[in-house]
């Protein structure tokens, strides 16, 4: 019933009207339920970051940062929830619960008298109003490319929404220097302090040098020219030098011990579904990842080729009910970077997983990629392909799902985890790999 009313007002009421209705709509329905849990965020001190990619490792590096300083805290990231050390993989597919959801982990959070609360806030969340009640303290923007066009319609759009975290005048801003939407973000004020971080000549927690391995990264940082930061963390790839640099500068601002940031940035041992080896002993390494998007596989192709011995074999496909602009791009940069390619489904939602093959297949050929791709749409074959042709020294990439723990194929919720299958497959395999 409640379906066919929401379609019958769409149907009699101006775009520009129903817009309205609908802000008005969320904005009440926090309100309501905020306070139905108490506001509980009302006075707890939030730390926020946005973003196209790196979100999740940026929350998890400021977590622990946090906690090596003694502080109690909560989190709120796509991987893991954590209140006061109390730690469970989040399995609601979603960045942001419901505002009910994340009213109650707010409410968790207080209960447990935390001394800060770190979220990941998507740009749906934003646009949504879903944390209008919530303060933020500390914001920060990782970066922006392409994403969520199907939602947004335009970058500006999509910039827009995620500006909203900035426009209330949070204590501090985080913003990466390095980024091509630097400029946009950079116009909003901070109510204390600003910070900017990369390499760029002018950021003001500049990575000053890199040393990248293949279990892990290193990165002198220097903040306002003269305090370093011997960085060291067990995460592989340039692009988590970022990150963790993000969670210094906001360590930084926050006025903690300079040990605890180095200390806390070693202790995060790894991320669900982020560039995480599921499987050791094989002769060739096998990761899950959660890139999604054309700059995600991008940065973690380049990762993989930095610290490979051998192929990096690649297995992914594109998910359904998004941007379906993104799938000839990520065709591209697969053909381009990756030795083998395995063509898969991913989440086709309501799509035909035939036609989102198709449409990521067309950047493959583009860029001539088409011999040294194999498509497999059942994705536990894909894997199985993918393991069966890896030899001593090679890579073997399985992106897209990461940590999460089911897929959603025809519009049914089917239990799956990329980590579980290559782990079964992987088990009936001869330790040297084949």
Known sequence: MKQKLVRGVRKVLPSGVLHGVEEAYRRGRVQLVSARYGNPAKHLRVIAVTGTNGK????NYINEILKEAGLKTAMFSTALIEVAGQTQLNDLNATVGTTKRMQQFFRDA????VDYVVLEI????????????VP??????????????????????????????FANQPKFMVLNRDDDWFDFFDKYQAGAQKITYGTHDEAEAKIDYVKLYKK?????????HQTKLNLATALPGKYNVYNMTAAAAVAYLLGLKLTDIVEGVANLEGVP??????????????????????????????AAKAITSNRVILVFGATGDR??????????????MADRIILTDDESYSEDPQTIRDEVMAGIESAGGEAKTTELGDRRQAIEKALSIAKKGD?????????????????????WNDGDVVRELAGAKPLQGI
């Open 56 to 59: 999740t490792t940026t929350v």
């Open 110 to 113: 207080k209960k447990a008298r």
């Open 122 to 133: 998507t740009s749906h969340a934003l646009h949504q109003h879903k944390l209008d009640t």
């Open 136 to 165: 933020i303290e500390v914001a920060v923007m990782t970066n922006l490319t392409q994403d969520h066009l199907d939602y947004h319609k335009t970058m500006e759009q999509y910039a827009s929404a995620k500006g909203k975290l």
């Open 216 to 224: 892990g990264s290193e990165a002198t940082v220097v903040i306002d």
């Open 273 to 302: 579904g982020r560039f995480e080896r599921v499987v050791e002993g094989l002769g060739y390494d096998a990761v899950v990842d959660y890139a999604h998007t054309p700059d995600a596989m991008e940065k973690l192709l380049e």
């Open 323 to 336: 941007d379906k602009g993104k799938r000839p791009i990520m065709g591209e940069i697969a053909a381009r």
């Open 395 to 415: 890579i073997v990439l399985i992106t897209g799902m990461g940590h999460e723990q089911f897929r959603i194929v025809n519009g049914k919720r089917l239990p």
